[in-house]
């Protein structure tokens, strides 16, 4: 993309109404913009991180085998007075009602409509295991909207729903969603921890958050700092495999790790050397609930098992707060001059400065690489405008991408650019072929 003839409306001043630093640079990069409280349309380039960390999510929920589909936001309040939630809700709930009168709400979650779809279709044992998913917009009408995107009303999430003949099926569903989150957020730059969690309005008695450590963090907890080290890495799990799956969630479960909502301080004196405490705020980006046959029973989603007998199906349901994910990102990595990007979501993959625009060798070999790194597969944004070499280089900064390639008269005429790291402001001086060489072998893994 060129510059000159994207849209990315950067502001100057720092607005005053946004609290955390992630929000002010999301408003500063041209990302978000305020369409009413707690709803933002999404402009190009915050756009175009929603869409990188969506298709993470994909990518990682076809590695654990769930089957993505797409149900609406508006939905019926009969499904609702079904589970009983209609009146439990209470005021997050947008109610709406159409010309003729029917009452509608504009979904919070999905558990009734999944359930409806499951016992409309599903009779057998032998259909399960069955996950389904959808990444959909949501609605919740927050009393305090706030930190942007982060605590927005709207807002897009990935909820996940897992039907199993009976709790010991269930249970491998909530562990392989604990298994793929811990790997979908690595892929993201982030360290998202599992804490044990209360299970609040979606009812059961199993629940994990995930948390990401950040001061600005609306959560408090409480951990042992071993589980800080852990690294999921690049490991082949099967995800079929019930032993192998109740094995890392052992791992990620075992060191103390809870909200202030489950925390139990003599439990987390006794557990932990004083030396490894650590009480933190944190932010919430997930949350897997295994809450068996809370939905099933009261509307009726049965399977006939394998003795013949008609039995309610064990559910968990697992979400990802997409578009928060944004505001976390940031808020886990940024410096003192704009976001830092991790590779993983990165809108694009580097920017090229051109450092004196209108120089007929610069102007070449910045087309030169921009037609090199997108042949490569590669993203770059080439600021392409008429501006100073400061301007152009503090816009970069503050849009955070992780790499940045400086094309100037003086290098060219030793054959080199300069390739500098965002993160580390260190910067590198070699050939353009070996520029894109380099960020060929830096995104490799970030491929998914
Ligand atoms: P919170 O405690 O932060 O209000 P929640 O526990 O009510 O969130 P869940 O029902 O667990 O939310 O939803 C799954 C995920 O959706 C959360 O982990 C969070 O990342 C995201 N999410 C929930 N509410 C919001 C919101 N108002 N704005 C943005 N993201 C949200
Ligand atoms: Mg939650």
């Given at each position: 993309?060129?510059?000159?003839?994207?849209f990315?409306?950067?502001?100057?001043e720092t607005?005053?109404?946004?609290?955390?630093?992630?929000?002010?640079?999301?408003?500063?990069?041209g990302?978000?913009?305020?369409?009413?409280?707690g709803?933002?349309?999404?402009?190009?380039?915050?756009?175009?991180?929603?869409?990188?960390?969506?298709?993470?999510?994909h990518?990682?929920?076809?590695?654990?085998?769930?089957?993505?589909?797409?149900?609406p936001?508006?939905?019926?309040?009969?499904?609702?007075?079904?589970?009983?939630?209609?009146?439990?809700?209470?005021?997050?709930?947008?109610?709406?009602?159409?010309?003729?009168?029917?009452?509608?709400?504009?979904?919070?979650?999905?558990?009734?409509?999944?359930?409806?779809?499951?016992?409309?279709?599903?009779g057998?044992?032998?259909?399960?295991?069955?996950?389904?998913?959808?990444?959909q917009?949501?609605?919740?009408?927050?009393v305090?909207?706030?930190?942007?995107?982060?605590?927005?009303?709207?807002?897009?999430?990935k909820?996940?729903?897992?039907?199993?003949v009976?709790?010991?099926?269930a249970?491998?569903?909530?562990?392989?969603?604990?298994?793929s989150?811990l790997?979908?957020?690595?892929?993201?730059?982030?360290?998202?921890?599992?804490?044990?969690?209360?299970?609040?309005?979606?009812?059961?008695?199993?629940?994990?958050?995930?948390?990401?450590?950040?001061?600005?963090?609306?959560?408090?907890?409480?951990?042992?700092?071993?589980i800080?080290?852990?690294?999921?890495g690049?490991?082949?799990?099967?995800?079929?495999?019930?032993?192998?799956?109740?094995g890392?969630?052992?791992?990620?479960?075992?060191?103390?790790?809870?909200?202030?909502?489950?925390?139990?301080?003599?439990?987390?004196?006794?557990?932990?050397?004083?030396?490894?405490?650590?009480?933190?705020r944190?932010?919430?980006?997930?949350?897997?609930?295994?809450?068996?046959t809370?939905?099933?029973?009261?509307?009726?989603?049965?399977?006939?098992d394998?003795?013949?007998?008609?039995?309610?199906?064990?559910?968990?349901?697992?979400?990802?707060?997409?578009?928060?994910?944004?505001?976390?990102?940031?808020?886990?990595?940024?410096?003192?001059?704009?976001?830092?990007?991790?590779?993983?979501?990165?809108?694009?993959?580097c920017?090229?400065?051109?450092?004196?625009?209108?120089?007929?060798e610069a102007?070449?070999?910045c087309?030169?690489?921009?037609?090199?790194?997108?042949a490569?597969?590669?993203?770059?944004?080439?600021?392409?405008?008429?501006?100073?070499?400061?301007?152009?280089?503090?816009?970069?900064?503050?849009?955070?991408?992780?790499?940045?390639?400086?094309?100037?008269?003086?290098?060219?005429?030793?054959?080199v650019?300069?390739?500098?790291?965002?993160?580390?402001?260190?910067?590198?001086?070699?050939?353009?072929?070996?520029?894109?060489?380099?960020?060929v072998?830096?995104?490799?893994?970030?491929r998914?």
């Open positions: 993309m060129r510059l000159s003839r994207y990315l409306p950067v502001l100057k607005p005053a109404e946004a609290q955390i630093v992630s929000h002010r640079l999301m408003l500063r990069a990302m978000i913009k305020q369409a009413a409280s709803i933002y349309s999404w402009l190009p380039l915050g756009y175009k991180v929603l869409r990188r960390i969506e298709q993470i999510v990518e990682e929920q076809a590695r654990a085998g769930h089957i993505p589909m797409l149900m936001t508006l939905q019926s309040a009969d499904l609702w007075r079904e589970s009983g939630r209609y009146d439990d809700y209470g005021e997050e709930m947008l109610r709406v009602t159409d010309r003729h009168g029917r009452d509608m709400l504009y979904g919070p979650t999905n558990e009734e409509l999944i359930t409806d779809i499951f016992r409309a279709h599903v057998s044992y032998k259909d399960l295991p069955l996950t389904l998913y959808h990444i917009w949501k609605f919740r009408d927050e305090r909207p706030r930190f942007g995107v982060m605590r927005g009303r709207e807002f897009y999430m909820d996940g729903y897992n039907f199993d009976d709790k010991d099926a249970v491998h569903a909530y562990n392989r969603h604990m298994v989150y790997r979908t957020y690595e892929r993201m730059g982030l360290k998202a921890i599992p804490m044990r969690a209360d299970t609040g309005p979606i009812g059961g008695d199993l629940s994990h958050e995930f948390l990401v450590l950040a001061e600005t963090g609306e959560s408090e907890v409480f951990y042992d700092a071993a800080a080290d852990l690294k999921f690049d490991r082949d799990v099967d995800y079929d495999d019930r032993g192998e799956c109740a890392i969630v052992t791992e990620w479960t075992t060191p103390y790790a809870r909200t202030d909502e489950t925390h139990d301080a003599a439990v987390f004196e006794e557990s932990v050397p004083e030396d490894r405490r650590r009480r933190s944190a932010i919430e980006v997930g949350q897997i609930f295994y809450f068996g809370k939905y099933s029973e009261p509307m009726g989603a049965t399977v006939v394998d003795h013949g007998t008609h039995v309610p199906v064990h559910m968990g349901s697992h979400g990802i707060g997409v578009s928060r994910l944004v505001g976390a990102i940031i808020e886990a990595s940024h410096d003192e001059n704009g976001i830092i990007w991790p590779e993983g979501v990165t809108p694009f993959h920017g090229i400065v051109n450092l004196k625009q209108g120089d007929a102007d070449a070999a087309e030169t690489l921009y037609a090199a790194l997108t490569r597969g590669l993203e770059p944004l080439y600021d392409d405008r008429d501006e100073r070499a400061g301007a152009k280089f503090a816009t970069m900064d503050l849009v955070g991408l992780p790499w940045r390639i400086t094309v100037g008269p003086r290098g060219l005429k030793n054959g650019v300069e390739l500098t790291c965002r993160r580390s402001g260190e910067s590198t001086e070699m050939t353009p072929e070996d520029a894109v060489a380099r960020l072998e830096i995104y490799a893994p970030h998914g």
